[in-house]
């Protein structure tokens, strides 16, 4: 079974420019979510997309972040314009969010490392 | 908010030791995985335990939900084993929509010596 995909890997931006990430969950899974991680803290939840529905974005900053989820399975997220704090790991992750057994544990994609200059 | 507290948050291991790692959170949960974040910065599914014993080669995890804690054992540790170990929990919503985010603590970082 595939894992999670994430493009690109590295992302190296001046601020004040937008850039894109690209999210492709594990088959099947009908829960999508964006961490931030920043160096040296644990992963923080971004945006929450259950199918192509936004769940939760309590925590995105809607001025300069937007995500959307097509169709209920790739996502984007992009940052427009990036500001220095940006800099930080994004992290995709999905999950089956069945009520049963293991249905809602997280499966994390290899991350996006952005930085901005 | 839910609190996760992890400890210690630095180990060195001589290789071939032994160690354990904790977490403790400040509410009940439904939800409580344990990750390995490799120097590259994958994290890595160690086990999702939000109760009870679990065995996975030389690693083992037990979480007591009553006392909110869990613990991560680490046998015999091989340089392999380096990188940041994360615990996440999450407390479902009532109504079972809604926010399922990961609430991580900020990890152990293991570097394991030869």
């Known amino acids: 079974e595939a894992g999670v995909a994430q493009s690109p890997r590295y992302k190296i931006i001046e601020k004040r420019q937008s850039v894109a990430f690209w999210c492709n969950p594990i088959?099947?899974?009908?829960?999508l979510y964006w961490y931030q991680q920043i160096l040296g803290q644990g992963p923080k939840l971004l945006i929450q997309f259950q199918n192509n529905g936004v769940v939760d974005d309590s925590q995105l900053p809607k001025d300069r972040f937007s995500a959307e989820r097509l169709k209920g399975v790739d996502s984007t997220l992009k940052i427009q314009p990036a500001k220095l704090e940006d800099s930080a790991v994004y992290l995709c992750?999905?999950?089956?969010?069945?009520?049963?057994?293991?249905?809602?544990?997280?499966?994390f994609g290899p991350g996006t490392r952005l930085t901005v200059t | 908010g839910i609190q996760v507290e992890q400890s210690p948050p630095d180990l060195i291991l001589q290789e071939g030791a032994n160690s354990t790692l904790r977490c403790n959170f400040s509410d009940s949960v439904n939800n409580l995985q344990w990750f390995h974040q490799n120097p590259w910065g994958q994290l890595i599914n160690l086990f999702y335990i939000p109760s009870g014993t679990k065995q996975n080669g030389r690693l083992s995890a037990t979480t007591v939900a009553t006392e909110r804690y869990s613990l991560l054992y680490i046998s015999s540790s091989q340089t392999t084993d380096s990188g940041v170990y994360f615990c996440a929990v999450v407390i479902a919503p009532y109504s079972g929509a809604g926010s399922y985010q990961l609430t991580f603590g900020k990890g152990t970082k293991l570097s394991v010596i030869p």
């Open positions: 992750a999905s999950s089956l969010s069945r009520l049963t057994g293991t249905g809602y544990e997280q499966y």
């Open positions: 088959s099947g899974h009908a829960t």
